[in-house]
């Protein structure tokens, strides 16, 4: 879940990071009363997209009318897609270098890994290789000074900066780890004449760690079918196509979209309910697919976990409550595999063996509808 | 042979009077595997499919002593488990739960590698030494012993292959389930390594998809240190960039871990990439 | 450093273990008042020594009359030589059972080590071996729910209580990791019907780490010598004969005690004063054994870190300055042995080259003298 | 031969620039030691002895790369430094101060298990293969080659004896201080392994003293081990109980670790125990 950089400034401040003076405002009326109490304020909106700046998103005001002016131009903008419903109006920064600095999770090392170069402020994919200082940390330890003091060294920072530093990092890798961060990113971070100011705050925390934070704020930016997916715990992707594809396991979802294609037929969604699904939940994956009007359904399931009958008997169930009569393109094998087809072809609906024939069949079905 | 597991291998299965951990302590039994407890606290002095049931890992250690350790333990609970099963000396540990939070992965993993341990998964089907030992929760009927080690990121992807290489009477030395989350313990260049030293793997399968740099790192490890056919097959060639597709993994981020750039990685390594699963089949055929 | 159990309770509250409801006081008065909310009381000396109970440390009160007798009586005692100058009166608890938990270090194992047993409040030197639990933590993941289970199956405690111990004992580990404790212990430790209470605290800091708790009070149970031997950073303990010893290193000081003993003599004192001293703390632990008016100095030098021109030097200039005419039995060897030597054969003192020989002169002079 | 180091091994020197820094590296590189490096974090690129000083461990191994390292850094400090050297590959670690908190112990020696590492000390003289390398701060010229292995909680009482063996023409292989904390990285039995194992060596000492249980639990591991003569010296004989005499281990409590239990346990072990420091050298006499 990714955090508005307001929340995740709130969650610096608490852990002692530093961070702009300011305020999170609704309104321009709100946004001119923030302005007053701070001098130059940078007006920036509140939306999960990066690049906010390059989309006319983030603005400068000298005084409380200009900030009325810019927060109410900004407030009817929409970013990439997103509406903006709140601004964090700030000081004006004296920013004397923009640095990078983040922490991350590496997957290779299994590790979380600190991220952190003197080209702060750009677009940190734009950062050569080689001026991005990438240090992996060990869990069993933590951060300790020296990790700093070896980060600052190959940076080439010393002297009252690396002081900083030393005050600065561990507070940040305190948060990453408590609070379950996947990143915890601040870019830029400012050098001013007070010393290092998160001017930024990108914080992502795992989804199945939220469980753990319960004070955290619930932020979506899913369609509602995909909100509905979620509640029913499903791996749920909206895409353009029209045959709806429904699997057991992320990767032969992924292949089955793969053959799909390969065949010449677009496919209108990815949709894995996961292992060992009842009937219930089965059910309610079902409907929600058939929710999306496709022209084909194509069901893909290798049981292993997930029962065949359980599948077979559950899409029975829908079938005769719902009654649809859109082709149907049925695969169906592994554990319990004949006790499922026995299910589905009395039922009157024809069982492929390989996914091969019924990816072929629901392409064709498209086509001819 | 075969790699990590055999027939010899003494497993514990933690979580085994849940749903889960009892229907597949029989599936395992069923296969051959050769489970000497399970635990689960609270429980102790229960057995389940005849398996005796201990309170704590230590208590079944002492009891029956074991190498190998499964968890069927909600996500919430998993660390703790396999903190415990690592403290009290499991040397394989296999994580079948998915949604473990990633902290609590990397704390397992780094435990894991002070007490020299391996761990298979999180979020895996396990792993299967075909014939001899099966610690996981993949369909019996697919895994026969034969030539071929497999080794894939995504688990029902994988018995789609594998059954492909049962279909044709191609079997199986070990298949080995990476787990799908952003951070596992075992990668493809520890099993490759493992499958280059086995005498009796022929040929290996390796089962990528897209996202992360898992494939380009074995691509790299395979041009350089593995003599024997490596065949590919990888998921997610339709998948729209920014998208997550369920497994952490199988997300393209900032250019990185496209389709296009792990056949471009894999094939320079010398690894033939299926288009379709079914043409592994006939591609493994070709090499062995 | 040894704390006060009021002391040691009060950061069992803070780190959430429950301790009984009470009140340190200094009078008979106080201890009245603080009686009257708590019905029945137990009204506890607070002197650093065990076995308060048998002493007659300890008492109980049901009335705030009875508080005020008691509290008078305890407050003119001394314990173990240790005057009593305040109290703790608490509610007395309804113990269904007594249980002993402990953490410290074991050296072994180089490792914090949980000790439990539920043969609580006794002596716990009387507990049978096989009736304590020992169990070694892994520092590098700390105190986890499973250790907590596994502690509770060899102690054989389940369902409710172990529940209890699940909350009580990762609090414990974290104060012992925060505070840096060699020891916290609780004994007895009260199952009761609101739940688990560590009825005493026994907390011991590490003198090493107490730079790191500045909020701690100072607690001092040692002579006015010791207390000014502490302050010189010496390691010094007064003993009863009449041969002051001074020698650098602790295991070499021991050595010349055992030495002057073998031969017959007295030791007044252990003195280390440690290695690589320059002349100024030199002349401090002089100064500091001549206040105690031994009838024989014994000087044992084995120049390492410790430069003997140093220690010869520091000595010259001490006995010119005060002008004490004892006996004086000096070894001196190691760095800078034949400068050290000069400087104190050209101010008349004889030099030994071995310990052998100076120990046996010294015990020699305190017999003649 | 000798144990632990020898002329080959490469030696970092943490707090290079400090008094006691740069005092004892002019000492080591006089011994022969092979200090390759110095790191004192804010000083890197000036030399101390003729040795480069590092700003960072890491940069000093990059630069410099050592399998040792000792430390002459302030308590409050040694830790951080400890760790830097241990996460930066060293593997033997030599803690020369004293006053290092006993977690932070706890803390060095459990990371030094995880790295596979081996620590000497904290608060010991350090150790020295005589006439091959002095990792350390005992005085030169008593370390001269011989056929026995020395190792000893105490460093001023080992340095009275190791004179004694000198003064009688008998060198030393290596000799060992333990150091005198609580919590230590080398234990008796580790150290009188190593002089089982080293052909060098014909006779061990062994100094310890009253307090803790290392002279009881190297007595038990001599009966059963070793082969090689071994003879001991312990301090505290006249020491009352309860008293703490300098050392964290010197003090005699609840009955444990008192003087004649060691004494006991030593000799049941076959072990001779001088009753003076000067009787060592008949002793070993005796033995070779």
Same mark, same amino acid.
């Given at each position: 879940?990714?955090?508005y950089?307001?929340?995740?400034?709130?969650?610096?401040?608490?852990?002692?990071i530093p961070?702009p003076?300011?305020?999170?405002?609704?309104s321009?009326? #709100?946004?001119?009363?923030?302005a007053?109490?701070?001098?130059d304020?940078?007006i920036k909106?509140?939306?999960? *997209?990066?690049?906010?700046?390059?989309?006319?998103?983030? *603005? $400068?005001?000298?005084?409380?009318?200009?900030?009325?002016?810019?927060?109410g131009r900004?407030?009817?903008?929409k970013?990439?897609?997103?509406v903006?419903?709140?601004?964090?109006?700030?000081?004006?920064?004296?920013?004397e270098?923009?640095?990078?600095?983040?922490?991350t999770?590496?997957?290779?090392a299994k590790?979380p890994?600190?991220?952190?170069?003197?080209d702060?402020?750009?677009d940190?994919e734009?950062?050569?290789e080689?001026r991005?200082?990438?240090?992996p940390?060990?869990?069993s330890?933590?951060?300790q000074?020296y @990790?700093?003091r070896?980060?600052?060294?190959?940076?080439?920072?010393?002297?009252q900066l690396?002081?900083?530093?030393?005050?600065?990092?561990?507070k940040l890798?305190q948060?990453?780890?408590d609070?379950d961060?996947?990143l915890?990113?601040?870019?830029?971070l400012?050098?001013?004449?007070?010393?290092?100011?998160?001017?930024?705050a990108?914080?992502?925390?795992?989804d199945?760690?939220?469980?753990?934070?319960?004070?955290?704020?619930k932020?979506k930016?899913?369609?509602?079918?995909?909100?509905?997916?979620e509640?029913?715990?499903?791996?749920?992707v909206?895409?353009?196509?029209n045959?709806?594809?429904?699997?057991?396991?992320?990767?032969?979802?992924?292949?089955t979209?793969?053959?799909?294609?390969?065949?010449?037929?677009?496919p209108?969604?990815?949709?894995? $309910?996961?292992?060992g699904a009842?009937v219930e939940?089965t059910?309610?994956?079902?409907?929600?697919?058939?929710g @999306?009007n496709?022209k084909?359904?194509?069901?893909?399931?290798?049981?292993?976990?997930?029962?065949?009958?359980?599948?077979? #008997?559950a899409?029975?169930?829908?079938?005769? *409550?719902?009654?649809?009569?859109?082709?149907v *393109?049925?695969?169906?094998?592994?554990t319990? #595999? @004949?006790?499922?087809?026995?299910?589905?072809?009395?039922?009157?609906?024809?069982v $492929?063996? @390989?996914?091969d024939?019924a990816v072929?069949r629901?392409?064709?079905?498209?086509?001819?509808? | 042979?075969a790699i990590y597991?055999?027939?010899?291998?003494? &497993?514990? &299965?933690?979580?085994?009077?849940?749903?889960q951990? /009892?229907?597949?302590?029989?599936?395992?039994?069923e296969?051959g595997?050769?489970?000497?407890g399970?635990? /689960?606290?609270?429980?102790g !002095?229960?057995?389940?499919?005849?398996?005796p049931v201990?309170d704590t890992?230590f208590e079944?250690?002492?009891q029956?002593?074991?190498?190998?350790?499964?968890l069927?333990?909600?996500a919430?609970?998993?660390?703790?488990a396999?903190?415990?099963?690592?403290?009290?000396?499991?040397?394989l540990?296999?994580?079948?739960?998915?949604h473990?939070?990633?902290?609590?992965?990397?704390?397992?993993?780094?435990?894991?590698?002070?007490?020299?341990a391996?761990? &298979?998964?999180?979020n895996?089907f396990?792993?299967?030494?075909?014939?001899?030992?099966k610690?996981?929760i993949?369909p019996?009927?697919?895994?026969?012993?034969?030539?071929? !080690?497999v080794v894939?990121?995504?688990?029902?992807l994988?018995?789609e292959i594998?059954?492909h290489?049962?279909?044709?009477?191609?079997?199986?030395t070990t298949?080995? !389930?990476l787990?799908?989350?952003?951070?596992? !313990?075992?990668h493809?260049i520890d099993v490759?390594?493992?499958?280059e030293a086995?005498?009796?793997?022929k040929?290996i399968?390796?089962?990528?998809?897209?996202?992360g740099?898992a494939?380009?790192?074995?691509?790299?490890?395979i041009?350089?240190?593995?003599?024997?056919p &490596?065949?590919?097959?990888l998921?997610g060639?339709?998948a729209?960039?920014g998208k997550?597709m369920?497994?952490?993994?199988?997300?393209?981020?900032?250019?990185k871990?496209?389709?296009?750039g792990k056949v471009?990685?894999?094939t320079?390594?010398?690894?033939?990439v299926?288009?379709l699963?079914?043409?592994?089949?006939?591609?493994?055929k070709?090499?062995?």
């Amino acid at each position: 879940m990714k955090l508005y950089e307001y929340l995740g400034k709130e969650l610096f401040k608490e852990y002692g990071i530093p961070v702009p003076r300011g305020q999170v405002v609704v309104s321009a009326k #709100e946004a001119a009363e923030a302005a007053a109490g701070l001098g130059d304020v940078v007006i920036k909106s509140q939306v999960l *997209s990066g690049k906010r700046g390059k989309a006319g998103g983030i *603005s $400068f005001a000298s005084n409380p009318e200009q900030a009325h002016e810019e927060a109410g131009r900004i407030l009817q903008m929409k970013l990439n897609d997103l509406v903006v419903e709140k601004l964090l109006v700030e000081e004006k920064l004296q920013i004397e270098q923009e640095l990078y600095l983040a922490l991350t999770v590496d997957g290779s090392a299994k590790r979380p890994i600190v991220l952190a170069s003197l080209d702060g402020g750009m677009d940190i994919e734009e950062v050569p290789e080689e001026r991005m200082i990438k240090w992996p940390i060990d869990i069993s330890i933590g951060m300790q000074d020296y @990790t700093v003091r070896e980060i600052c060294r190959r940076l080439g920072v010393s002297g009252q900066l690396q002081k900083e530093f030393l005050s600065f990092m561990p507070k940040l890798y305190q948060l990453f780890r408590d609070l379950d961060a996947e990143l915890a990113e601040i870019n830029p971070l400012a050098v001013t004449p007070q010393g290092l100011v998160a001017a930024d705050a990108k914080v992502t925390i795992d989804d199945d760690a939220l469980y753990r934070h319960p004070t955290l704020p619930k932020i979506k930016e899913k369609t509602a079918l995909e909100l509905r997916a979620e509640e029913l715990d499903l791996a749920y992707v909206e895409l353009d196509g029209n045959i709806a594809i429904m699997a057991n396991g992320a990767g032969i979802t992924m292949a089955t979209l793969d053959m799909v294609q390969h065949y010449g037929g677009q496919p209108a969604n990815f949709l894995d $309910f996961g292992g060992g699904a009842d009937v219930e939940r089965t059910s309610q994956a079902l409907e929600l697919l058939l929710g @999306t009007n496709p022209k084909v359904l194509l069901i893909n399931i290798f049981g292993g976990i997930t029962r065949c009958d359980v599948v077979a #008997e559950a899409f029975v169930k829908v079938r005769d *409550s719902k009654g649809f009569d859109l082709p149907v *393109s049925f695969r169906l094998v592994g554990t319990n #595999e @004949t006790e499922g087809k026995a299910i589905l072809e009395k039922a009157g609906i024809r069982v $492929f063996s @390989t996914m091969d024939d019924a990816v072929r069949r629901a392409v064709e079905s498209a086509r001819a509808s | 042979m075969a790699i990590y597991i055999n027939k010899q291998t003494r &497993v514990l &299965v933690q979580g085994i009077t849940g749903k889960q951990g /009892s229907f597949h302590s029989g599936q395992m039994l069923e296969y051959g595997t050769g489970i000497v407890g399970g635990v /689960s606290p609270g429980k102790g !002095g229960q057995s389940v499919e005849g398996v005796p049931v201990f309170d704590t890992v230590f208590e079944a250690m002492e009891q029956q002593p074991a190498e190998a350790s499964i968890l069927f333990i909600p996500a919430p609970f998993a660390r703790d488990a396999a903190l415990e099963a690592l403290d009290a000396g499991i040397k394989l540990l296999v994580l079948i739960p998915e949604h473990i939070p990633l902290h609590d992965a990397m704390d397992i993993m780094a435990y894991a590698k002070t007490k020299g341990a391996v761990v &298979v998964g999180p979020n895996t089907f396990g792993l299967v030494s075909s014939g001899q030992s099966k610690i996981g929760i993949m369909p019996n009927k697919y895994f026969i012993p034969g030539p071929v !080690g497999v080794v894939s990121r995504s688990g029902t992807l994988c018995y789609e292959i594998v059954g492909h290489l049962t279909a044709s009477q191609t079997g199986t030395t070990t298949v080995v !389930g990476l787990g799908g989350d952003r951070v596992v !313990g075992l990668h493809f260049i520890d099993v490759l390594k493992q499958f280059e030293a086995d005498p009796e793997t022929k040929a290996i399968v390796l089962v990528g998809e897209i996202g992360g740099s898992a494939e380009e790192e074995a691509a790299e490890f395979i041009a350089r240190e593995i003599k024997k056919p &490596v065949i590919a097959y990888l998921a997610g060639k339709s998948a729209p960039p920014g998208k997550r597709m369920g497994h952490a993994g199988a997300i393209i981020e900032r250019g990185k871990g496209t389709f296009d750039g792990k056949v471009k990685a894999l094939t320079a390594a010398g690894v033939k990439v299926a288009a379709l699963p079914a043409e592994i089949v006939q591609l493994i055929k070709e090499k062995i």
